[in-house]
Structure formats: C-alpha cells, structure tokens
C-alpha cells in the first residue's frame, strides 16, 4: 500500500508507470473497507429510504444528517488527533467521501462543503491557534462550515471579488462588506471562510468570520435544479468586524487558499460521484431485471445490455483513477513529511502536486456520472421521468457536478495549462519527449509489433502512441501559438480531452494488470478496460484531429494528421458487443453493481 | 456482569448463494461476511447491560482466521474483547462443544446467542450448549432484564408471549425485541480504529466432535412460470392437473 510513486504530479504523459506504482481499490486495507462499509451502513438506513425528504427541501433533515455524521467521525476522518479529528490519510477521507455521497447531491453537497472547501482552509492555512479554536468544532459537527468566495460578479473569475476587507486604525481588527452567492451551507453554517480585499491588494484574503458576528445577513434559499436539500443562500456582509488575528493564512495570499482548497474539493467531487454511480447502476439493473415488455425482462434486450455495461465501464475507470490519485496524493505527503515538511505543509504541496490530476478527475468523473445518470432514466422508461422513482432526482442532482468546483471548462483549460507552465517552470520536460515525437513523423513508421507475450501489450502499445498523439498536438500548438495558446480554448478543450483519457486508460490498465498480479480473475475488468481503451482511442483521433484541422494547415497538416492516425491505431479488431453483452450479463446475474 | 456474546460469521442477506462444483460447500468468492443479524441483536443489548450496570462483554466465534475481520467489527461497535476458537464449524454440536469448555472456564455470568444462524439456520447451538452445561436456557429471548442475578426474559411461544426467570448463570438466544432494528449500532470511525488495539485472542481447538458431515448441497428448484387458465375453461384446468402436474 505504500508503494513509492515515483511518477509526479502530471508526468503520466511522458513516463510509463508500472503496475506496482499504482494504488487499485482493491488493496484497501480491512480498516479502510470497514469505514467505507460503516459508511454505506448510515447511509442505507437514514439517508437512502428518505430521499423523497431532500426533494421537499427539507434542510432541517440535511443538517440533522450532517450532525449524525459528525457523531459516526465522519466529519473529522483527515483531520488531525490533536484538533479532534481522526487523522486517517487522504485516500481514506476520499473512500468515506465517496460512500456519504451516494444517496443524495444535498447530502453530498453539504458534506463536501463542510469538510472540503470548510474544513480545509483551516487545516492547510490555520495558525495553531486558529486551529486549536475552530477544527475541533468543525471535526464534530457542532460547527458547520461554509466557503465563500463566489459574488454575483466574480463567479470562475473568483479572483475578481469586490468584497471589501478595510483594516482599523488600530490593526486589530478588518471590517467587512460584500456580497457572496451561492454559499452551500448557509443556511445552517456556524463559521464561513470568507474571501474579501484589502485596500488595493492584487489578490484577495481569506477571512474567519463566525456566525453571530453583527451584520451578516442572508438570502433566500435559493429555488435549484436538484441537490434541493442543501442549503444554498447569498450572504451579505455589512461592516462586520472581524479580530485581526481572524486573518488566514496572509494577506493577499487568498487567492492561493482558494485554489488549493479547490484541488482538494476537485477530488473529492470526482469521489463524491463514485457511490452515486454504483446506486444507479444497482437500481438500473434491478429495474431491468423486474420490468418485462414483449414477454421478457428488459435486461434481456441488447439495447439495454449495452447501456447497462457502459455504465459499468463508465464507473469502474472513474473509480480507478480517483483512487489512484488520491493514494499518490497520500504517498506524496507522506514523503514530504519524511522530508521534513511540517504536516500542514506536506498536505498543501502534496495536493498541490497531483493539481492536474485533480483537474482531470474532476472533469471526466462528473461527466460519467452524467451520462450514468442519464443512461439510469433511459432504463426506467417514462418511470425514469417520474419523481417517483429514484433516477428522476439523480439525474438532476449530478448536473451540478460539472458546474462547482470550478467549471468543467475552466478545469479543462486548467488541466493543460498547468501542464504548460510546469513545462516551462522545467518541472516537467515536455519539450524533450515533444520533440522526439516531431522526429519520429518524420521517419518511416515503426513495425514492430507489440510483444504478445507481455500482458495488455498492445493495450499498453496503444497508450503510448496516444500520449505521443498529445504530445505532438500540444507541442505544435504551443510552437504555434507560444503562451498565447490560452487564447486558443478550443485547442485546449481538445488538448484537455486528450489528457483526461490518457490518464483514466492508463490506470484502467494498470488495475487490470495489477488485480491478476494479486492471483484474482479480472476477465470482466479486463472487458470494461477494453471497452474504454476503443472509446478513448475516438475520442483523442476525434479531438486530436479537430486541433489539427484548427492550427495546421498544408504539408504540416498532412504530416500530423498521418501521424495521428498511425498514433491512434488499433492493430486487432474487438467485438465490442460481445464484451458489453459479458459485462452486462454478470452485472445481470447478480442483480447490482458488482466490481 | 461478565457477558459472552457468540458470534456466526455469515453471508450477507443480499448474497447470491452457490455451491462448489462437487456440491459439498458454499462457493464463497465474491461473497460479503457479516455479524449473524441476530447476534448484533444480541451484542447491542450486552451493550447496553454493560453500559448500566458495568461489566464486560467478550465476543467468541467459532471459526478459522478468515472470520476475524467479523470480530474485529464487534469490536469495532463496542466489544472489549475477542476470542476465536480456531475450529472449522462443521455443524451445530462442534461448535457447541467448543463453547461449552470456554464457557465453563471462564465463567461467564451471561451469554447471550443468537436464535438462529442465517447461514445454516440449524437453531442448534444455544439449546445444546444449555444442555451440556446444564444451564438455564431462554429461547427466543424479545426482551430481558437483570436484577440481583436473576434474569426476568420474555421469550416469544406460538400466539402470544410468556414471561419467565431464571438465575445466572444462564444461556439465552436472543432475537429481534431483545433491542431494536433502530438500536443497531454503525460503528463510529474511532471505533473502528480502537478495535485494532483491542485483545484479539486465538485459542486452539478443544474438541474434535463431528456428529454430521455434508454429503450434498442442492438449490431449492426454481418456480415454474404460472400459467393461466381462464375462468370459464374448467376443462383446461382439470386437464392440466391431470395430465401436467399430475396432481389428479
Ligand atoms: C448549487 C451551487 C453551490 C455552490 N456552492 C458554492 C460555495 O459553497 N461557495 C462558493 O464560493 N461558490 C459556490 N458556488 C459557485 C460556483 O462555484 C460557481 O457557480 C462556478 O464557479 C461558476 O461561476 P458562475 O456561476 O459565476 O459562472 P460563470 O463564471 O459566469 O460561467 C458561465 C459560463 O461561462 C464559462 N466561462 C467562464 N469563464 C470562462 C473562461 N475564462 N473561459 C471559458 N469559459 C468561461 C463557464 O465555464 C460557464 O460555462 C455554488 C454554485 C452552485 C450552483
Ligand atoms: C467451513 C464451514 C463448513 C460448514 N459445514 C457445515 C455442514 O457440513 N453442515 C452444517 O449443517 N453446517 C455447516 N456449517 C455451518 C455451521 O454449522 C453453522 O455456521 C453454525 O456455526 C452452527 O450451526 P447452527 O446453524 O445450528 O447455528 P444456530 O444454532 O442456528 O446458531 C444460533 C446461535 O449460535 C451461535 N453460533 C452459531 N455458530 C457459531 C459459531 N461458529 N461461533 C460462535 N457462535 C456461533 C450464534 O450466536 C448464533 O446466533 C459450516 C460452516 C463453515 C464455516
């Protein structure tokens, strides 16, 4: 489990990664499996029978959930002993995010709000003194969090606030005046972290303001899409004066708080979709099993097989990405410490490491749950419309996945963008591998062929001249473009694309790889990896080739897209079909999500 | 009181039963262990006794090394300690006989069972354990108090209830009543990181008893599809039974 990865934060596409670097679901520990187990133990009896309650906004139940799992240790399970909490690692406080998450967006909602983007400035930027003061509340549950950045004019421009923060003659203390929006938890919070300026400063500064304090006042709820229970209110702040030694972190140094806690609350979103996934594949398949039309049941149906089996692919590669991650997350921390970082300091750079990763989960995982969801209506019929049914609100709960945490655009853009600057920084030799792919098109194509002995050799063939694929599109745009290429989003858009699949087919094959390894069967993973290496290898010619066509043109164009094509190859045929229809047979027979 | 809570290491309600391919056992891949439900009955209420009046509960299982993550999540709800009988439990009586030398031993004041085992649903253990120690015994145990070491346990009979005492030290297999659905406790995290502290201890097993072996297991035959007969047609009725069911 501690396996060193010595692959850093965004390296996976120029470095091969072996199997044993990788963290699969599968190696958790029985401590890990019995929090996790706990988990879904709390949610099957109190949350899960009583979603019809969430669509009738009934906030008072979603705060009264909140405290109950304040009491179970769910709330403090990262933080520290000394501050009350439980102090376990990252990817732990991912496996019990994802298993709080899954019956309800409000429950994920608030539970995400509260122990992400609330808990965690106060963690990585707390002084001690702060911490000793608010963590241990906040860990029980006797204090709710809440984050307040956004502002009706300041929403992915989140560094563009006008909240005010003006300091007294004295210094001892800032008085505060602003407007925030869509604050999740408002409504029942105790403390919010609040983002606001100071004089002229550049950036923004984070702020402990706790309820009681005199001019804070509050919206309506507002009247939502879905995640109806969970509480979401602007919050005014008129003069409200805040103690001096509230200030997080240090001044001007807001912006940076903001963003770190969002790399975390990215993962833990790509985490929060997990359970909903498996909820809605288990009541799909159950559903299918049980409604019979022309004297069969539906499960039965080809067109329903392969809806079934690509919710399944879908999810498991999601979830093997996320928990990838988060362990080389864990791992990085760790080894910081081990460096001599303090622990605050190991979680904030250990994080901030894996940002793209983070980035790319955040995206491709509320996009599957998306389609998971959606695909869950289609299978319930004209019940699947019905807010009787269980599909109708989680269809509308994930839809909001794709929009917090940062847009699903600004993530996409984010996750190339890092990529550039730790090029240039010289964090990540892009260039080097970039230019060997220029030389390479130049040359009479390789026919080697992948070693069939190995196992997944030609899956793990294919991944590499996917990656090249990236490398040569991006290396040409920013030849092209220098750092003007943030100008040219569509060519980022697609650029990110690229990444995202390259990433999640990379840690499908290695848990594949990895499960046999532990002596166990994995001809169904197998399936499912198989299935989502066809769709990745569309999906990068698809983006790749539309890059091209807006950057390239003449003999350049030719020469890249020959090159994309020989990039994107897929030597032997697979019968798509009959893989979806094992997949959807063994998920069939047991009758719920089984991997 | 010194409590004793046995524990059946089971399948999951939810688990897809099959059987290895010479039908002499349970194919348990893919299959999810619990707490025999009715003994998480059984270990809320020894909870509960132990939280009023003091006292200590022990957990026991009967089992290979494979069952512990079982017993470590009795500790986890709130056992103080865990013993494994390292036996395979190859019926009620052996497993009986390994409780009773334990049992007498360590002179419990109380044990509290489950009625019944999901797994092979035999309802043997408690009763002969009673026997072999000549102990009192409460069967089907809905609720039970203690004063002055005397147990005053309302037990489930055919249409109705009946209420009786009996002096500790005692045997009861305890059922649903005893606590709640509601009381069932989900072990909180810190729980479950203080059970890897708590006493885990293995003994060896004590008694080679087999009454019983499995020869075969088979799966109950699946229902045949209903076929519907309209309610004028007496004829095609009566000639289904006949020449179909052969039922006349
Ligand atoms: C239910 C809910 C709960 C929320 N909870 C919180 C919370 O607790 N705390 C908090 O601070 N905020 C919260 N938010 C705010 C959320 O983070 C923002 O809504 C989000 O960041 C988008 O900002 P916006 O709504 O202003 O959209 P805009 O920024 O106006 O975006 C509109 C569209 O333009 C696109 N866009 C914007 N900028 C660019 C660009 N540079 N390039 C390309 N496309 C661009 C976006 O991707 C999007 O498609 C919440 C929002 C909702 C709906
Ligand atoms: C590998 C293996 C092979 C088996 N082979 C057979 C077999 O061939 N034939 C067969 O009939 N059964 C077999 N069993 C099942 C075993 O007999 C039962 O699981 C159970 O241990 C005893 O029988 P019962 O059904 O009468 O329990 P019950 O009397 O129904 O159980 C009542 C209560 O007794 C206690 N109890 C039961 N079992 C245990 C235990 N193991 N440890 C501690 N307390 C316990 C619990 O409190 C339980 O609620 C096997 C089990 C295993 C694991």
Redesign the interface.
């Known amino acids: 489990m501690n396996q060193e990865s010595n692959v850093k934060g965004g390296e996976f596409i120029i470095k091969e990664t072996q199997a044993n670097q990788v963290f699969i679901p599968e190696e958790f520990s029985?401590?890990q499996t019995?929090?996790a187990q706990?988990t879904t133990?709390?949610v099957d009896?109190e949350v899960w029978p009583n979603k019809h309650r969430f669509e009738k906004k009934d906030y008072a139940f979603t705060l009264s959930l909140l405290k109950q799992t304040g009491?179970?240790?769910?709330l403090g399970?990262y933080v520290p002993e000394q501050y009350g909490g439980?102090g376990?690692g990252f990817n732990t406080s991912m496996l019990?995010c994802d298993r709080i998450s899954g019956a309800t967006g409000s429950l994920s909602t608030a539970y995400g709000a509260h122990t992400g983007i609330g808990i965690l400035p106060i963690l990585l930027y707390g002084n001690e003194e702060q911490k000793l003061k608010y963590l241990p509340k906040l860990a029980s549950g006797e204090w709710i969090g809440a984050y307040c950045l956004t502002e009706p004019g300041a929403g992915s421009d989140a560094n563009s606030g006008k909240t005010k923060a003006v300091p007294s003659s004295d210094g001892k203390s800032f008085s505060i005046t602003g407007q925030k929006m869509w604050i999740s938890n408002a409504g029942y919070a105790d403390l919010f972290i609040v983002f606001a300026r100071i004089e002229e400063d550049k950036n923004i500064t984070g702020f402990i303001v706790e309820k009681g304090t005199a001019g804070i006042s509050m919206g309506e709820e507002e009247d939502k899409m879905g995640i109806k229970a969970s509480s979401t209110r602007q919050v005014f702040f008129n003069d409200v004066v805040v103690p001096a030694e509230n200030l997080l972190g240090e001044r001007n140094g807001g912006f940076k708080i903001a963003m770190n806690a969002l790399n975390v609350g990215r993962i833990k979103l790509a985490a929060a979709c997990l359970d909903a996934n498996r909820r809605i594949i288990t009541e799909s398949v159950n559903y299918a099993n049980n409604r019979h039309q022309f004297n069969q049941p539906i499960a039965q149906f080809g067109a329903i097989k392969q809806k079934l089996a690509r919710m399944a692919m879908k999810h498991w590669i999601s979830e093997t990405a996320t928990y990838r991650a988060g362990q080389d997350i864990e791992n990085q921390i760790a080894s910081f410490e081990a460096q001599g970082l303090s622990p605050q300091q190991a979680k904030l750079k250990g994080v901030e490491e894996y940002a793209i990763e983070c980035a790319i989960l955040k995206v491709h995982a509320s996009e599957a749950a998306s389609y998971i969801a959606d695909e869950g209506v289609q299978i319930f019929g004209g019940m699947g419309y019905s807010a009787d049914a269980k599909m109708e609100s989680a269809y509308r709960d994930v839809r909001i996945a794709r929009i917090y945490e940062g847009t699903n655009e600004i993530n996409r853009m984010l996750t190339v963008g890092m990529m550039l600057k730790k090029a240039m920084k010289g964090e990540l030799n892009l260039i080097g591998p970039a230019m060997s792919v220029g030389k390479e098109l130049m040359e009479i194509p390789s026919f080697d062929l992948p070693d069939a002995d190995t196992l997944f050799a030609e899956e793990k063939d294919s991944l590499k001249n996917l990656k090249k694929a990236f490398l040569m599109v991006a290396g040409k745009a920013v030849e092209k473009f220098g750092m003007h290429v943030e100008e040219e989003q569509e060519i980022l858009m697609a650029a990110a694309d690229m990444l995202m699949e390259i990433y999640h087919l990379e840690s499908g094959i290695l848990r594949a790889e990895k499960i046999m390894a532990m002596g166990k069967d994995a001809s169904l993973q197998t399936d499912m990896l198989r299935l989502f290496w066809l769709e990745a290898v569309e999906k990068i010619a698809s983006a790749g080739r539309e890059a091209i066509y807006s950057f390239a043109e003449g003999d350049e164009q030719t020469v890249m897209l020959m090159g994309l094509k020989r990039f994107t190859k897929i030597r032997h045929n697979i019968n798509v079909k009959d893989v979806r229809r094992r997949v959807a047979d063994k998920l069939i027979?047991?009758?719920?999500y089984?991997f | 009181m010194k409590i004793l809570v046995c524990i059946s290491h089971v399948p999951d309600t939810t688990s897809k039963i099959q059987f290895t391919s010479d039908g002499k056992s349970l194919d348990t891949t893919g299959i999810q262990f619990v707490i025999n439900p009715y003994d998480e009955f059984a270990l809320t209420r020894a909870l509960w006794f132990k939280e009023k009046e003091g006292g200590s509960v022990t957990v026991v299982n009967v089992g290979k090394a494979n069952t512990e993550p079982t017993l470590r999540k009795a500790l986890a709800i709130g056992a103080d300690d865990a013993i494994r009988i390292d036996a395979e439990p190859t019926d009620g009586f052996a497993v009986a006989s390994e409780l009773i030398s334990l049992i007498a031993t360590e002179k419990y004041d109380l044990v509290i069972m489950g009625r019944e085992s999901i797994d092979y649903n035999g309802t043997q253990v408690p009763g002969m354990v009673a026997a072999l120690l000549d102990w009192p015994f409460v069967n089907a145990c809905v609720g039970m108090e203690v004063e002055g070491g005397v147990a005053t346990c309302i037990r489930e009979i055919d249409g109705g209830k009946e209420t009786v005492k009996a002096s500790l030290p005692m045997i009861v297999a305890g059922q649903k009543g005893l606590v709640e659905e509601k009381d069932l406790r989900i072990p909180n995290m810190r729980g479950i990181m203080t059970a890897r502290t708590k006493p885990l201890k293995v003994i060896p097993s004590i008694s080679n008893e087999v009454a019983t072996e499995a020869i075969k297991f088979e799966r109950p035959a699946g229902k045949q599809a209903c076929k519907m007969v309209s309610s004028d047609d007496v004829k095609a009725l009566v000639d289904l039974l006949h020449n179909e069911a052969k039922a006349i």
Request: proline content about 0%; some cysteine; hydrophobic content about 50%.
């Open positions: 029985e401590e019995m929090m706990a133990e709390f009896r009491e179970l240790g769910l399970i439980l376990m019990v027979a047991e009758n719920k089984c």
